[in-house]
Protein backbone atom coordinates (compact mmCIF):
# COMPACT_ATOMS: atom_id res chain seq x y z
CA UNK A 1 0.00 0.00 0.00
CA UNK A 2 1.37 3.53 -1.01
CA UNK A 3 1.03 5.54 2.09
CA UNK A 4 1.26 9.35 3.09
CA UNK A 5 1.72 10.07 6.37
CA UNK A 6 0.88 14.40 6.57
CA UNK A 7 2.30 16.08 9.58
CA UNK A 8 5.34 13.46 10.36
CA UNK A 9 6.44 14.74 14.25
CA UNK A 10 6.45 12.47 16.99
CA UNK A 11 3.63 10.09 16.10
CA UNK A 12 3.24 10.73 12.88
CA UNK A 13 6.71 9.35 12.31
CA UNK A 14 6.83 6.38 14.85
CA UNK A 15 3.69 5.15 12.57
CA UNK A 16 5.04 6.06 9.12
CA UNK A 17 8.49 3.89 10.28
CA UNK A 18 6.69 1.13 11.17
CA UNK A 19 4.36 1.05 7.75
CA UNK A 20 7.51 1.70 5.83
CA UNK A 21 8.60 -1.90 7.20
CA UNK A 22 5.54 -3.19 4.79
CA UNK A 23 4.65 -0.58 2.79
CA UNK A 24 5.61 2.16 0.54
CA UNK A 25 6.19 5.31 2.90
CA UNK A 26 6.23 9.24 2.09
CA UNK A 27 5.97 11.23 5.43
CA UNK A 28 5.63 15.12 5.14
CA UNK A 29 7.39 17.05 7.98
CA UNK A 30 9.39 19.68 8.76
CA UNK A 31 12.65 20.61 7.29
CA UNK A 32 15.67 19.54 9.30
CA UNK A 33 13.16 15.99 10.12
CA UNK A 34 12.78 15.15 6.55
CA UNK A 35 16.81 16.16 5.80
CA UNK A 36 17.76 13.56 8.07
CA UNK A 37 15.10 10.98 6.94
CA UNK A 38 16.81 11.42 3.67
CA UNK A 39 20.06 11.10 4.77
CA UNK A 40 20.02 8.77 7.51
CA UNK A 41 16.65 6.74 7.41
CA UNK A 42 14.38 7.03 9.85
CA UNK A 43 15.81 5.58 13.26
CA UNK A 44 12.91 3.86 15.65
CA UNK A 45 13.77 3.41 19.11
CA UNK A 46 12.77 2.25 22.21
CA UNK A 47 9.82 -0.53 22.34
CA UNK A 48 10.35 -0.66 18.54
CA UNK A 49 13.79 -0.37 17.09
CA UNK A 50 15.34 -0.31 13.79
CA UNK A 51 16.24 1.95 10.99
CA UNK A 52 13.39 2.41 7.92
CA UNK A 53 13.88 4.45 4.76
CA UNK A 54 10.56 6.15 3.95
CA UNK A 55 10.13 8.74 1.26
CA UNK A 56 10.49 12.35 3.05
CA UNK A 57 9.37 15.63 2.09
CA UNK A 58 8.12 19.24 3.59
CA UNK A 59 5.83 20.11 1.41
CA UNK A 60 2.20 17.67 0.77
CA UNK A 61 0.97 19.20 -1.89
CA UNK A 62 -0.05 17.06 -5.14
CA UNK A 63 0.71 13.68 -3.55
CA UNK A 64 -1.17 10.70 -4.57
CA UNK A 65 -1.72 7.45 -2.37
CA UNK A 66 -3.83 4.59 -1.37
CA UNK A 67 -4.29 6.65 2.22
CA UNK A 68 -3.13 9.62 3.48
CA UNK A 69 -2.33 9.45 7.48
CA UNK A 70 -3.50 12.70 9.29
CA UNK A 71 -1.35 13.23 11.91
CA UNK A 72 -0.88 17.06 12.36
CA UNK A 73 -2.36 19.24 15.45
CA UNK A 74 -6.06 20.05 15.68
CA UNK A 75 -5.35 23.36 14.69
CA UNK A 76 -3.46 22.83 11.65
CA UNK A 77 -6.38 20.17 10.05
CA UNK A 78 -8.00 22.98 7.65
CA UNK A 79 -4.72 23.45 6.43
CA UNK A 80 -3.84 20.14 5.90
CA UNK A 81 -7.16 19.13 4.67
CA UNK A 82 -6.61 22.15 1.72
CA UNK A 83 -3.32 20.86 0.72
CA UNK A 84 -4.18 17.67 0.72
CA UNK A 85 -6.82 18.25 -1.80
CA UNK A 86 -4.67 19.24 -4.38
CA UNK A 87 -3.38 15.52 -4.56
CA UNK A 88 -5.13 11.97 -4.83
CA UNK A 89 -5.65 9.43 -2.24
CA UNK A 90 -8.45 6.50 -1.79
CA UNK A 91 -8.69 7.03 2.04
CA UNK A 92 -7.77 9.72 4.72
CA UNK A 93 -7.57 8.69 8.43
CA UNK A 94 -7.09 10.98 10.81
CA UNK A 95 -5.15 10.07 14.08
CA UNK A 96 -5.16 13.52 15.91
CA UNK A 97 -5.92 14.16 18.89
CA UNK A 98 -9.34 16.07 19.74
CA UNK A 99 -12.90 16.17 18.43
CA UNK A 100 -13.87 17.71 15.10
CA UNK A 101 -11.05 16.94 13.05
CA UNK A 102 -12.50 14.64 10.87
CA UNK A 103 -15.22 16.94 9.83
CA UNK A 104 -13.06 19.33 8.90
CA UNK A 105 -11.18 16.91 6.84
CA UNK A 106 -14.69 15.59 4.89
CA UNK A 107 -15.74 18.98 4.37
CA UNK A 108 -12.64 19.93 2.23
CA UNK A 109 -12.00 16.03 0.58
CA UNK A 110 -13.80 14.51 -1.91
CA UNK A 111 -12.37 10.66 -0.26
CA UNK A 112 -13.89 8.48 2.46
CA UNK A 113 -12.37 10.08 6.27
CA UNK A 114 -11.24 7.34 8.10
CA UNK A 115 -11.43 8.08 12.06
CA UNK A 116 -8.62 6.61 14.41
CA UNK A 117 -7.51 6.96 17.75
CA UNK A 118 -4.13 5.83 18.90
CA UNK A 119 -2.32 4.91 22.42
CA UNK A 120 1.17 3.96 21.26
CA UNK A 121 3.52 6.82 22.81
CA UNK A 122 6.27 8.55 20.90
CA UNK A 123 8.72 11.51 21.12
CA UNK A 124 10.60 12.43 18.79
CA UNK A 125 14.16 13.47 20.09
CA UNK A 126 15.74 14.29 17.06
CA UNK A 127 15.78 14.97 13.30
CA UNK A 128 15.81 11.45 12.16
CA UNK A 129 15.09 9.77 15.60
CA UNK A 130 11.50 9.01 17.04
CA UNK A 131 11.14 7.14 20.37
CA UNK A 132 8.00 4.70 21.10
CA UNK A 133 7.70 5.15 25.02
CA UNK A 134 5.05 2.71 25.37
CA UNK A 135 2.94 0.07 23.05
CA UNK A 136 -0.88 0.58 22.69
CA UNK A 137 -3.07 -0.03 19.35
CA UNK A 138 -5.10 1.69 16.87
CA UNK A 139 -8.60 1.58 16.74
CA UNK A 140 -10.44 2.70 13.14
CA UNK A 141 -13.68 2.92 11.20
CA UNK A 142 -15.71 5.15 9.08
CA UNK A 143 -15.41 8.40 11.18
CA UNK A 144 -19.46 8.34 11.19
CA UNK A 145 -19.33 5.03 12.47
CA UNK A 146 -20.47 1.22 10.67
CA UNK A 147 -18.26 -1.00 8.94
CA UNK A 148 -16.71 -0.51 5.37
CA UNK A 149 -14.46 -2.77 3.14
CA UNK A 150 -12.00 0.17 3.17
CA UNK A 151 -11.50 0.01 6.60
CA UNK A 152 -11.00 -3.67 6.92
CA UNK A 153 -7.80 -3.03 3.92
CA UNK A 154 -6.32 -0.33 6.38
CA UNK A 155 -6.69 -2.12 8.96
CA UNK A 156 -4.94 -5.11 7.64
CA UNK A 157 -2.28 -3.25 6.41
CA UNK A 158 -1.55 -1.70 9.73
CA UNK A 159 -1.50 -5.09 10.75
CA UNK A 160 0.82 -7.07 8.11
CA UNK A 161 3.32 -4.15 9.31
CA UNK A 162 3.23 -5.16 12.98
CA UNK A 163 1.14 -2.27 14.13
CA UNK A 164 -1.40 -3.55 16.80
CA UNK A 165 -5.10 -2.61 15.19
CA UNK A 166 -9.55 -3.15 15.80
CA UNK A 167 -11.43 -1.90 12.84
CA UNK A 168 -14.20 -0.89 15.11
CA UNK A 169 -17.70 -0.03 13.71
CA UNK A 170 -18.56 2.60 17.12
CA UNK A 171 -15.90 5.26 16.03
CA UNK A 172 -18.32 8.00 17.63
CA UNK A 173 -18.03 6.41 21.21
CA UNK A 174 -14.09 5.41 20.48
CA UNK A 175 -13.60 9.14 19.57
CA UNK A 176 -15.33 10.03 23.07
CA UNK A 177 -14.32 7.84 24.93
CA UNK A 178 -10.30 8.86 23.60
CA UNK A 179 -11.44 12.76 24.47
CA UNK A 180 -12.52 11.56 27.99
CA UNK A 181 -9.67 9.86 28.65
CA UNK A 182 -7.56 13.05 26.87
CA UNK A 183 -9.12 15.15 29.10
CA UNK A 184 -8.79 13.55 32.18
CA UNK A 185 -4.51 13.07 31.48
CA UNK A 186 -3.68 16.20 29.06
CA UNK A 187 -4.42 19.29 30.89
CA UNK A 188 -3.42 18.45 34.28
CA UNK A 189 0.23 17.29 33.18
CA UNK A 190 0.73 19.89 30.94
CA UNK A 191 -0.07 22.44 34.05
CA UNK A 192 2.15 20.31 36.37
CA UNK A 193 4.97 19.39 34.18
CA UNK A 194 4.28 15.86 35.48
CA UNK A 195 3.93 12.63 33.80
CA UNK A 196 1.02 10.60 32.95
CA UNK A 197 0.98 8.31 35.98
CA UNK A 198 0.56 11.34 38.04
CA UNK A 199 -3.20 11.56 37.60
CA UNK A 200 -3.46 8.19 39.18
CA UNK A 201 -2.35 9.24 42.48
CA UNK A 202 -3.99 12.03 45.09
CA UNK A 203 -4.46 15.04 44.73
CA UNK A 204 -4.07 14.92 40.93
CA UNK A 205 -6.40 11.71 40.37
CA UNK A 206 -9.55 13.39 41.84
CA UNK A 207 -9.58 16.12 39.50
CA UNK A 208 -8.83 13.89 36.33
CA UNK A 209 -11.73 11.65 37.42
CA UNK A 210 -13.89 14.78 37.51
CA UNK A 211 -12.78 15.50 34.22
CA UNK A 212 -13.21 12.49 32.58
CA UNK A 213 -17.24 12.04 34.10
CA UNK A 214 -17.70 15.60 32.69
CA UNK A 215 -16.77 14.33 29.14
CA UNK A 216 -19.21 11.12 29.79
CA UNK A 217 -21.42 13.34 30.46
CA UNK A 218 -21.28 15.57 27.47
CA UNK A 219 -20.94 12.43 25.32
CA UNK A 220 -24.59 11.00 26.55
CA UNK A 221 -25.86 14.69 25.75
CA UNK A 222 -24.55 14.46 22.41
CA UNK A 223 -26.12 10.89 21.89
CA UNK A 224 -23.45 8.73 21.99
CA UNK A 225 -23.50 6.07 24.73
CA UNK A 226 -20.58 6.17 26.55
CA UNK A 227 -20.89 5.64 30.57
CA UNK A 228 -18.46 6.93 33.10
CA UNK A 229 -18.06 3.83 33.94
CA UNK A 230 -16.23 2.94 30.62
CA UNK A 231 -14.51 6.31 30.32
CA UNK A 232 -12.86 6.34 33.79
CA UNK A 233 -11.92 3.00 33.15
CA UNK A 234 -10.39 3.96 30.01
CA UNK A 235 -8.74 6.74 31.59
CA UNK A 236 -6.63 4.75 34.36
CA UNK A 237 -6.02 1.92 32.23
CA UNK A 238 -4.12 4.54 29.74
CA UNK A 239 -2.92 6.06 32.76
CA UNK A 240 -1.26 2.71 34.15
CA UNK A 241 -0.21 1.43 30.87
CA UNK A 242 1.50 4.87 29.77
CA UNK A 243 2.83 6.11 33.51
CA UNK A 244 6.16 7.25 32.67
CA UNK A 245 5.34 9.44 29.45
CA UNK A 246 5.15 12.47 29.10
CA UNK A 247 1.75 13.75 27.41
CA UNK A 248 1.50 15.34 24.68
CA UNK A 249 0.10 18.40 25.78
CA UNK A 250 2.73 18.61 28.33
CA UNK A 251 5.55 18.47 25.52
CA UNK A 252 3.73 21.03 23.79
CA UNK A 253 3.64 23.53 26.94
CA UNK A 254 7.01 22.48 28.11
CA UNK A 255 8.37 23.71 24.74
CA UNK A 256 6.37 26.73 24.73
CA UNK A 257 4.25 25.66 21.54
CA UNK A 258 0.52 25.85 21.15
CA UNK A 259 -1.50 23.10 22.44
CA UNK A 260 -4.60 21.23 21.26
CA UNK A 261 -6.84 22.19 24.57
CA UNK A 262 -9.64 23.97 22.19
CA UNK A 263 -9.95 20.41 20.97
CA UNK A 264 -9.97 18.75 23.81
CA UNK A 265 -11.09 20.19 27.28
CA UNK A 266 -12.39 23.39 25.19
CA UNK A 267 -14.74 21.05 23.23
CA UNK A 268 -15.83 19.22 26.19
CA UNK A 269 -16.76 22.86 27.16
CA UNK A 270 -18.35 24.00 24.31
CA UNK A 271 -20.65 20.77 23.23
CA UNK A 272 -21.74 20.83 27.24
CA UNK A 273 -22.58 24.71 26.95
CA UNK A 274 -24.52 23.98 23.57
CA UNK A 275 -26.78 21.77 25.87
CA UNK A 276 -27.34 23.82 28.92
CA UNK A 277 -24.46 21.27 31.02
CA UNK A 278 -22.26 22.14 33.80
CA UNK A 279 -18.60 21.16 33.70
CA UNK A 280 -16.82 23.19 35.74
CA UNK A 281 -13.82 21.18 36.15
CA UNK A 282 -12.73 21.17 32.14
CA UNK A 283 -13.34 24.94 32.30
CA UNK A 284 -11.09 25.80 35.11
CA UNK A 285 -8.39 23.01 33.29
CA UNK A 286 -9.13 24.83 29.65
CA UNK A 287 -8.66 27.86 31.20
CA UNK A 288 -5.28 27.28 33.27
CA UNK A 289 -4.03 25.88 29.78
CA UNK A 290 -4.78 29.09 27.89
CA UNK A 291 -3.66 31.31 30.31
CA UNK A 292 -0.08 29.66 30.87
CA UNK A 293 -0.25 29.34 26.79
CA UNK A 294 -0.95 33.45 26.88
CA UNK A 295 1.64 33.87 29.13
CA UNK A 296 4.50 32.03 26.67
CA UNK A 297 3.25 34.36 23.56
CA UNK A 298 0.94 31.62 22.38
CA UNK A 299 -2.14 33.64 22.70
CA UNK A 300 -5.45 33.64 20.29
Known sequence: MQIVVFGAGSLGSLLGGVLAREHEVTLVAREAHADAVRENGLRLEGELEGIVNPEAATDGAGLEADLAVVAVKAFDTEPAAKTLATGRFEAVLSVQNGMGNEAILAEHLETPV????????AILRDPGIVECTGLGEITLGPHGGGRSPLATAVGEAFERAGLETTVADDMPVQRW?????????????????????AVLEPPANAVARAATREAARTARATGVSLSNREALEAMETVATATRKNTSSMAQDLLAERRTEIDSISGYVVDRATERGLDVPTNRLLTSLVRTQERGQGNGR
Do not use: F, Q, S
Open 114 to 121: LAGTVTYG
Open 177 to 197: KKLAVNAGINPITALTATENG
